[in-house]
């Protein structure tokens, strides 16, 4: 890059000379916002409409400029933004070429409005979008959920703690569990957009303007629900983007639970679900191998989308009213978050409906490690009306009996039970019976195949009544 004496067209009134090759590269951000551009033909067109209707430019001058933005968007449309440093950003970049289209009239688009409140509101508009992609892939992972879960809502297989087998839980519902945080994160996303949705436009620079606009009017045509109350506000915080970011965070952290957990099901000791080929990737060297990689890549995006908020709080951090240019690196983190989570939504969403649920296996591990061992001593609580701390240290001391002799629960004989302690009848054994553990656990949310499908119902309605909203 060469060092260029002319001053800048769109602000070099004042500059004797033009800015450095290196100034020119640093203050650039064409490569990254042109992303924005329908955002910014958008917000312009509403923009020059209103000047016209409040006869601040006349009608034949907004035509001219309407017309110059379509030809542009069709040029975008048809060959991608060109990108030229020394127009620096999306904003200029249009403008620009508004005047090699429609001449000197072009420069009156720019009346009552900064690239401050230009790009606040584009970003918006943008980050907006991303939102309501965001949702629809969520809800069709739900979905995707929902219909697995259904498919399984009986089947048993054991449920963790510090990943030691604690309880028999049923597939349908550990598999619900990741359904109930969508629809948290989804409702985080909504509470983002809501609060977001004011429209920046008419606060200029910093100071608002003296034209009269119709700001009302401008933000109903960008679908806002209203113009922003505080013009340095307007232009110059980004929590929405941090909204954004945090709900995004949140959400890839639910997707890294799930990830992680078909990583570890999917290894050989495990055997509990197999990945289908279209989601698995083999080895250079190992001809057997079968690699969950994008349930790994979804794992570790989500460090990447957690990164991407630290990184836009840290630019945020300190900086004082109003807009700085430390802002123009919002739109870096923020692009980069929701690529990296749309596409990992949608990979977990392949895995979830195309995976082999190894239920054999897993009803085979469901009572292990004396998984049952709470309803031994729920039964006594019931039966025999024991304390249940008393129970607990009665069925700790039936466990240490069963692991003397190397055999389940299940295994001891009545006597052997009864000679732990009295109150153990013969018809005890029947508590530790796996189906009979998972059917008896049908308190609200509780992991009963009863309850499972109640809970599924709920889900279908809520999925059902979105569709036809
Ligand atoms: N490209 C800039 C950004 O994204 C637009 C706003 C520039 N404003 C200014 N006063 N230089 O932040």
Same mark, same amino acid.
């Given at each position: 890059?060469? !060092?260029?004496?002319?001053?800048?067209?769109?602000w070099?009134?004042?500059?004797?000379?033009?800015?450095s090759?290196?100034m020119?590269?640093?203050?650039?951000?064409?490569?990254?916002?042109?992303?924005?551009?329908?955002?910014?033909?958008?917000?312009?067109?509403?923009?020059?409409?209103?000047?016209?209707?409040?006869?601040?430019?006349?009608?034949?001058?907004?035509?001219?400029?309407?017309?110059?933005?379509?030809?542009?968007?069709?040029?975008?449309?048809?060959?991608?933004?060109?990108?030229?440093?020394?127009?620096?950003?999306?904003?200029? /970049?249009?403008?620009?070429?508004?005047?090699?289209?429609?001449?000197?009239?072009?420069?009156?688009?720019?009346?009552?409005?900064?690239?401050?409140?230009?790009?606040?509101?584009d970003?918006?508009l943008?980050?907006?979008?991303?939102?309501?992609?965001?949702?629809?892939?969520?809800?069709?992972?739900?979905?995707?959920?929902?219909?697995?879960a259904?498919?399984?809502?009986?089947?048993?297989?054991?449920?963790?703690?510090?990943?030691?087998? $604690?309880?028999?839980?049923?597939?349908?519902?550990?598999?619900?569990?990741?359904?109930?945080?969508?629809?948290?994160?989804?409702?985080?996303?909504?509470?983002?957009?809501?609060?977001?949705?004011?429209?920046?436009?008419?606060?200029?620079?910093?100071?608002?303007t003296g034209?009269?606009?119709?700001?009302?009017?401008? $933000?109903?045509?960008?679908?806002?629900?209203?113009?922003?109350?505080?013009?340095?506000?307007?232009?110059? !915080?980004? !929590?929405?983007?941090?909204?954004?970011?945090?709900?995004a965070?949140?959400?890839?952290? /639910?997707?890294?639970?799930?990830a992680?957990?078909?990583?570890?099901?999917?290894?050989?000791?495990?055997?509990?679900?197999?990945i289908?080929?279209?989601?698995?990737?083999?080895?250079?060297?190992?001809?057997?191998?079968?690699?969950?990689?994008?349930a790994?890549?979804?794992?570790?995006?989500?460090?990447?989308?957690?990164?991407?908020?630290?990184?836009?709080?840290?630019? =945020?951090?300190?900086?004082?009213?109003a807009?700085?240019?430390?802002?123009?690196? !919002?739109?870096?983190?923020?692009?980069?978050?929701?690529?990296?989570?749309?596409?990992?939504?949608?990979?977990?969403?392949? =895995?979830?409906?195309?995976?082999?649920?190894?239920?054999?296996?897993?009803?085979?591990?469901?009572?292990?490690?004396?998984?049952?061992?709470?309803?031994?001593a729920?039964?006594?609580?019931?039966?025999?009306?024991?304390?249940?701390?008393?129970?607990?240290?009665?069925?700790?001391?039936?466990?240490?009996?069963?692991?003397?002799?190397?055999?389940?629960?299940?295994?001891?004989?009545?006597?052997?039970?009864?000679?732990?302690?009295?109150?153990?009848?013969?018809? $005890?054994?029947?508590?530790?019976?796996?189906?009979?553990?998972? $059917?008896?656990r049908t308190?609200?949310?509780?992991t009963?195949?009863?309850?499972?499908?109640?809970?599924?119902?709920?889900?279908?309605?809520?999925?059902?009544?979105?569709?036809?909203?």
């Amino acid at each position: 890059m060469t !060092d260029t004496p002319e001053s800048n067209a769109m602000w070099g009134g004042r500059f004797a000379e033009g800015p450095s090759a290196v100034m020119r590269e640093i203050n650039a951000s064409i490569s990254i916002d042109k992303r924005l551009w329908r955002h910014d033909i958008a917000a312009s067109r509403a923009h020059v409409r209103m000047l016209a209707r409040q006869g601040i430019v006349t009608v034949a001058d907004s035509e001219a400029i309407l017309s110059g933005l379509d030809r542009i968007a069709h040029e975008y449309e048809s060959d991608g933004v060109p990108e030229d440093s020394a127009l620096e950003d999306i904003h200029m /970049h249009v403008e620009a070429r508004l005047a090699q289209l429609v001449g000197d009239v072009a420069g009156r688009l720019h009346t009552a409005r900064s690239r401050n409140d230009q790009v606040a509101t584009d970003f918006r508009l943008w980050v907006r979008e991303a939102i309501d992609m965001i949702d629809a892939g969520l809800a069709a992972f739900q979905r995707a959920l929902v219909a697995r879960a259904e498919e399984h809502s009986a089947a048993p297989m054991p449920g963790f703690t510090h990943l030691q087998v $604690a309880q028999p839980v049923t597939l349908g519902h550990h598999l619900m569990a990741y359904y109930e945080m969508i629809v948290r994160d989804r409702s985080r996303f909504a509470a983002a957009r809501t609060r977001m949705n004011r429209c920046p436009l008419g606060s200029a620079a910093l100071a608002g303007t003296g034209f009269a606009l119709d700001r009302d009017g401008v $933000a109903r045509e960008l679908g806002f629900d209203g113009p922003t109350d505080n013009s340095l506000d307007a232009v110059s !915080d980004r !929590d929405f983007a941090l909204d954004f970011l945090m709900a995004a965070t949140q959400c890839a952290l /639910h997707l890294s639970r799930l990830a992680e957990e078909f990583i570890i099901w999917a290894s050989q000791p495990y055997g509990f679900v197999t990945i289908a080929d279209a989601w698995s990737t083999g080895s250079s060297i190992m001809p057997q191998k079968r690699n969950p990689d994008a349930a790994e890549l979804v794992r570790g995006h989500a460090g990447r989308i957690a990164g991407c908020m630290t990184a836009l709080t840290m630019t =945020m951090k300190g900086l004082p009213l109003a807009y700085a240019k430390d802002m123009q690196d !919002d739109k870096p983190p923020v692009f980069e978050a929701y690529d990296l989570l749309a596409l990992s939504i949608a990979a977990m969403t392949g =895995m979830v409906e195309t995976s082999r649920f190894e239920t054999a296996r897993m009803a085979d591990w469901a009572g292990s490690g004396h998984a049952t061992a709470t309803d031994l001593a729920d039964w006594l609580v019931r039966e025999a009306d024991v304390p249940f701390r008393d129970a607990h240290h009665i069925v700790g001391r039936v466990v240490a009996l069963a692991d003397r002799r190397g055999v389940a629960l299940h295994e001891l004989a009545a006597a052997d039970l009864t000679a732990v302690d009295v109150r153990i009848d013969p018809t $005890a054994v029947r508590a530790l019976d796996v189906a009979g553990s998972l $059917a008896s656990r049908t308190s609200h949310g509780g992991t009963a195949p009863s309850e499972v499908r109640k809970r599924i119902a709920d889900a279908r309605s809520a999925l059902a009544m979105e569709t036809t909203r």
